[in-house]
């Protein structure tokens, strides 16, 4: 198991609304990186003054050091509380496990605060491009998530569900069938993660998976820019956005967290239940 941190900031019962951004996917070092792209997301990110930051992985191409002083570089200038990072599978090349652990700190992080429980796990094997959770962190899964919590969230790089729109399935979580079992019996909120580049959601049993797009690559498929999320967490509405940098945001997920009814927003308009109106 990868080693972990642990922290607690403020009362663990939430009192007022959260913005919360996802990004990942930077592909620092990469020729498809494109440098105005992130420094206009810090300026936008800034702007909304989040309460987390979370980015789940692929900060670099190939996991060389330079790669990943040119991500941190980046990612220090964010202005939030809480900024929460875990490695993708281009951030393990070339045992760039290590860099990570002495830029960034441990590999899978646990956060509560604000009435959140967030838990992130590095779901990456050396030089490999699948994702794998294994058997012996389901238990300690259990533990992080049994702590007193009105929202849950997790998060890791690859995705548990095959993405739409992105080709042939290759590298979904090898035991994505029994981590979701364990998900679910931890009573999970909220599944956030990167990898495939592609912006998508679904609702899952009781909970959400929300697959964000890469914030400042080329690397695209088909017609998608590059994007980040927002997601504004109510009192019982959760709302989840696309946001573009230098363009606007559109909304990709609504839910409640009581009735857990919803609205989605794909290629040809609204799909799902309308969600309970307060």
Known sequence: MTATSSHTSGPTTRRRPLTLVHISDLHAGSPYFVPNLMERAIVEINDLRPDLVLVT????????????LLAKSYLDRLDCPELLVIPGNHDS?????????????ERSVVWHGEGLTVVGVDSTEPDLDHGHIGRAR???????????AEFRIFMLHHHLL????????????????????VLQRCGVDLVLSGHKHVPYAWRLERFFVVNTGTACSLRLRGMMKPCYTVIELG??????????????????????RSSREFTKSVAGGPVGRPKTEE
């Open 138 to 148: 389901y238990p300690w899964l259990e533990e992080r998530f049994a702590h007193p």
């Open 93 to 105: 090349r070339n045992v760039g496990y290590v860099h990570f652990e002495a830029l960034f700190g």
């Open 57 to 68: 992985g692929d900060l670099t191409e190939m996991g060389f050091r330079q790669e990943y």
């Open 235 to 256: 009192e019982d509405v959760v709302d989840v956005f696309r946001k573009y940098p230098f363009h606007g945001r559109e909304s990709l997920l609504t839910f409640s």
């Open 162 to 181: 095959p993405v739409p729109g992105t080709g042939r399935e290759r590298n979904v979580v090898y035991d994505a069938g029994d981590l979701i079992e």
